[in-house]
């Protein structure tokens, strides 16, 4: 069972313009859901995450929303740069102690055109 | 550079034999992961270490894999009989006792079995 879902497998926008990533989920007993970042050849980088009590959280360029009714999040990157290039990973962390047991998504690979 | 290690970063087999691979974690993490990633699909989880005790093992870790951390330090994965399925990228993190899920990943260990 695919407990979280990336239903776009690529995304290409033009730089500066907003990169909207989205993710879907069924698994309520997450508490936490991250997005991480890889470069071909690097491991995932963690980029952004969010607490399953709040709805927004913002870092710089990039803002993760959650919407638990729809069992849903989004990663939106404004001004999209070149660099942000990369395949992201959403992921669900189910509560209690198995802390970093992450449930990944397929990944979207995101490309920024200059 | 004090990032998370791993090592070998390629390892080609022929099926039925028996493969290892090491991971140095960031040096303050007392938690240690084992990841699995295959073409296309996102990292799955294997196994994870608090220092040197193994807490929880994945469904998918058959009988053949097994991961140590003896001194709560480095750690090994071992593949005993490769399989042909067992071909994928072998991701090791490691974090420090925090619930957020953010955890830092090394560059993986490919696995081709011939």
């Known amino acids: 069972d695919q407990q979280v879902k990336q239903n776009s497998p690529s995304l290409s926008v033009q730089e500066g313009r907003i990169s909207i990533l989205n993710c879907d989920y069924t698994?309520?007993?997450?508490?936490?859901f991250l997005w991480y970042k890889k470069y071909p050849a690097e491991g995932p980088t963690f980029l952004i995450s969010?607490?399953?009590?709040?709805d927004k959280n913002e870092d710089g360029r990039f803002t993760v929303f959650l919407n638990k009714s729809a069992k849903h999040l989004s990663l939106h990157i404004v001004p999209s740069q070149p660099g942000d290039s990369a395949v992201y990973f959403c992921?669900?962390?189910?509560?209690?102690?198995?802390?970093?047991?992450?449930?990944f998504g397929q990944g979207t690979i995101l490309t920024v055109h200059p | 550079d004090t990032g998370v290690s791993q090592d070998p970063r390629h390892k080609i087999t022929k099926r039925g034999q028996n493969v290892t691979f090491r991971c140095d974690p960031i040096s303050e993490h007392n938690r240690l992961y084992w990841y699995r990633q295959t073409l296309g699909q996102g990292p799955e989880f294997l196994t994870y270490f608090q220092n040197e005790a193994q807490l929880e093992k994945s469904r998918l870790l058959s009988d053949r894999f097994s991961a140590e951390r003896p001194k709560g330090s480095f750690s090994t994965l071992e593949i005993q009989r490769t399989e042909q399925g067992d071909s994928a990228m072998y991701l090791c993190?490691?974090?420090?006792?925090?619930?957020?899920?953010?955890?830092?990943f090394g560059e993986g260990s490919r696995l081709t079995v011939l």
């Open positions: 993190a490691s974090s420090v006792d925090t619930y957020t899920g953010e955890l830092f």
């Open positions: 992921a669900g962390q189910a509560g209690g102690t198995s802390y970093g047991k992450l449930t």
């Open positions: 969010i607490s399953s009590i709040k």
């Open positions: 698994n309520s007993m997450f508490d936490y």
